[in-house]
């Protein structure tokens, strides 16, 4: 993308959505990580209906560890893949609270030991959490992404490598957020709502999905 058009893309995405960030509800970084573990194939609102309980029953990884399995899938089973993730949470917290005392690990390579934390998940932790710089790519991320014409790579760490390097790392936090954020309420799959679209002037795939 040519430096003008990079300008009005970041512009008018801090116009559309200023003060970015997650809409997951967490008030300490235990919660953040059961909250994305939790939030993967599945909605924000979702997780955030169920995350009450679960953090009033669990408060940290200590109590998470000790957890019956029957009651946590109780627990989240309104969440999408529950039974592998109430078995991801467990083992997660048993790891973190045995191998690095109860606290999160401050580097993706650690935190990707934990059973059920992926590169996506640990990048968006990490990220959260101010311990790195990372650009996360989900789905919405990945779609908005190539259809703007930020990146062209097939898989989600082709995305990401893109990403990084065609903006500079103080943008990669807010960025991630404008464009999950422009994901779920404009660029859409699969019609996005193109004609409502702050950026169809820039747009490669504009006129593509207005002709279709």
Not at 52 to 64: G, T
Not at 112 to 140: R, S
Not at 172 to 193: D, E, F, S, T, Y
Request: one cysteine or more; a positive charge; hydrophobic letters at 40%.
């Amino acid at each position: 993308m040519v430096i003008q058009n990079k300008r009005k893309l970041l512009n008018r995405l801090a116009k559309a959505y200023p003060n970015p960030s997650t809409e997951l509800l967490f008030t300490s970084p235990y919660e953040l990580v059961v909250a994305v573990m939790l939030s993967a194939q599945c909605t924000d609102k979702k997780v955030n209906q169920v995350t009450p309980a679960l953090f009033k029953r669990y408060p940290d990884f200590q109590s998470l560890a000790k957890a019956k399995l029957s009651e946590l899938q109780t627990l989240i089973k309104p969440i999408n893949y529950y039974l592998t993730k109430s078995k991801h949470l467990i083992a997660a917290a048993k790891v973190i609270t045995e191998q690095f005392g109860g606290k999160i690990p401050e580097t993706r390579e650690a935190l990707m030991k934990c059973p059920g934390i992926g590169q996506k998940t640990a990048n968006v932790v990490l990220g959260e959490l101010g311990h790195a710089k990372t650009f996360p790519v989900d789905t919405h991320v990945f779609r908005v992404s190539r259809r703007l014409g930020l990146a062209s790579g097939k898989t989600v760490q082709e995305v990401e490598e893109e990403l990084m390097q065609e903006f500079d790392a103080k943008y990669w936090h807010n960025l991630h957020h404008w464009l999950i954020l422009h994901g779920r309420r404009v660029c859409k799959a699969p019609r996005p709502l193109c004609r409502e679209c702050s950026l169809a002037e820039i747009c490669p795939s504009y006129l593509i999905f207005v002709e279709d």
